[in-house]
């Protein structure tokens, strides 16, 4: 855990509850932060000058240099982001969390970010009204940048390229440990689910040649439904460390198929794409796109990553519990069959 230092978190607390204070005690619980970053929650009693006691929360995340395939310099991005002024972008029913200090330790390459603690819905209690609503607001905040083109979002040099997507599902198909089991005779995978995986790879120019032909947006790359909180009709984003340019519909495939409720995934698919579409079709005109390839999106994006975690599930644990995970990751790529099996007219919004 990082090291909090009293005038920091003064300073930090003054900014937050627009008040002078003399002194504060604090606590600390750690968060679910991902594998990359140490998320704390700080509590605690900040005393005032004018007398009185204000409780608080406050999320400080520490970051340390990693490296990232194919995006070496993710690890500071939020960093850049909070610095920057790409918290005018937001609106008020879509944001990220606002922030209260940002520090770069250069030496030991390393950030911290001090910012709102935000309470609401969140992970698989997110109901499928919430999912609707949620896309609806991506495809607008996406819409709106792609049609404005501000120039906050010109003047950001530290984002992700648009070919990473096209990278990892590369980097993945050349793994001969996952690429060669779903064509082994000792593939344990229902048949179905490896020839759906492997047409995806057979066609895969083709499939890249529709694809990049979708519009350019800003993507969070980590839209998936851990960094998404619902409350008050509003939806706030956290983890911006992946974002970059990418294509359109991205990451409708993060909110559909990356840990999210299994049993609901065919019905959340079929109510957040066109609620997608609507939001960004405020902004600009995609008509005469017949073809939003968020399915490929799915499949290129988490095929192989399902099949790795199933390959590698249960390590050291017991078997009825190997067979669970199993289980689990066999029923994800059995509803993205069902997905594909469906087609849905993305355009019919009304």
């Known amino acids: 855990m990082s090291e909090i230092k009293a005038e920091t978190l003064t300073q930090v607390l003054i900014k937050m509850l627009g008040t002078k204070i003399i002194c504060t005690d604090f ?7 991902g594998t990359v970053g140490d998320v704390q929650l700080v509590t605690g ?36 982001f909070y610095k920057s002024n790409f918290g ?7 944001r990220w969390p606002e922030c209260y200090h940002v520090e770069m330790n250069e030496e030991e390459n390393e ?3 001090w910012m709102e603690y935000i309470d ?17 607001e991506l495809g607008r905040f996406q819409g709106k940048l792609y049609a404005e083109q501000p120039v906050v979002l010109q003047n950001l040099t530290n984002l992700g390229k648009v070919d990473y997507m096209k990278n990892f599902y590369l980097h993945y198909r050349s793994w001969n440990r996952v690429y060669d089991y779903i064509r082994s005779d000792d593939c344990e995978i229902p048949k179905h689910i490896c ?4 047409d995806i ?9 529709r694809i990049e ?15 998404i909180f619902y409350s008050d009709g509003k939806t706030i984003l956290i983890d911006w460390d992946t974002t970059g340019w990418g294509y359109l519909g991205e990451d409708m495939a993060s909110l559909i198929a990356d840990e999210a409720d299994i049993e609901n995934m065919v019905e959340y698919y079929h109510r957040s794409i066109p609620a997608y579409y609507k939001g960004f079709s405020e902004y600009a005109d995609i008509s005469h796109i017949t073809d939003n390839c968020v399915y490929e999106l799915i499949l290129l994006m988490f095929g192989y990553r399902l099949v790795e975690w199933y390959m590698d599930a249960g390590s050291g644990n017991t078997l009825q519990e190997t067979d669970d995970e199993r289980t689990l990751h066999i029923h994800t790529l059995q509803k993205i069959f069902e997905i594909g099996n469906v087609m849905i007219d993305f355009n019919g919004y009304a």
């Not at 005018?88 to 879509?94: K, N, P």
């Not at 609401?120 to 896309?135: C, K, N």
Request: proline share 4%; aromatic share 12%; glycine share 6%.
């Open 45 to 80: 009693n900040a005393k005032t000058t004018a007398g009185g006691t204000l409780p608080y929360k406050i999320v400080l995340k520490t970051q340390k240099k990693f490296e990232r395939y194919s995006d070496p310099d993710s690890w500071r991005r939020e960093y850049d």
């Open 88 to 94: 005018v972008l937001f609106s008020e029913s879509f």
């Open 213 to 227: 032909k979708l519009p350019i947006v800003l993507c969070h790359r980590d839209f998936w439904v851990a960094n």
């Open 27 to 33: 606590q600390t619980k750690p968060l679910h932060g």
């Open 195 to 198: 020839k759906m995986l492997i």
């Open 201 to 209: 790879d057979e066609n895969a120019d083709e499939i890249f040649n």
């Open 120 to 136: 609401g819905i969140s992970g698989l209690d997110l109901t499928s009204d919430m999912y609707e609503r949620v896309a609806e």
């Open 111 to 113: 950030t911290q970010i």
